[in-house]
Nanobody, 122 residues
Framework: QVQLVESGGGLVQDGGSLRLSCATS????????MGWFRQAPGKEREFVAA????????LFANSVKGRFTISRDSAKNTVYLQMNNLEPEDTAVYYC???????????????WGQGTRVTVSS
């Protein structure tokens, strides 16, 4: 079992930046691959980024490539999502997830946080 708590969301202007954090507790941090997903109003939850258990590999959705980076700090049991050049289309609730799969698919992630809201104003 692992618990996930996101933070760092907020209101930012078009072109701005935010860094989301996901603090984990419970089973050892390196047990899991970590992912970020987002859900905009009226839309399905979609994949944003993932990082492998050792930080050696990353995946990104095409919509965020070149703008977002994902990283993890094993000393702090925390995964980060650095979001630059934000666009109004990035407005959503962002969720952190942990799982044994390293993939775009929601089904591979067994544990989820409660989410943090990001709003990008135009």
């Amino acid at each position: 079992q692992v618990q996930l708590v996101e933070s760092g969301g907020g209101l930012v202007q078009d072109g701005g930046s935010l860094r989301l954090s996901c603090a984990t507790s419970g089973r050892p941090f390196t047990t899991y691959n970590m992912g970020w997903f987002r859900q905009a109003p009226g839309k399905e939850r979609e994949f944003v980024a993932a990082i492998s258990w050792n930080g050696g590999s990353t995946l990104f959705a095409n919509s965020v490539k070149g703008r977002f980076t994902i990283s993890r700090d094993s000393a702090k049991n925390t995964v980060y999502l650095q979001m630059n050049n934000l666009e109004p289309e990035d407005t959503a609730v962002y969720y952190c997830a942990a799982g044994t799969g390293f993939t775009y698919s929601r089904d591979a992630y067994a544990y989820w946080g409660q989410g943090t809201r990001v709003t990008v104003s135009s």
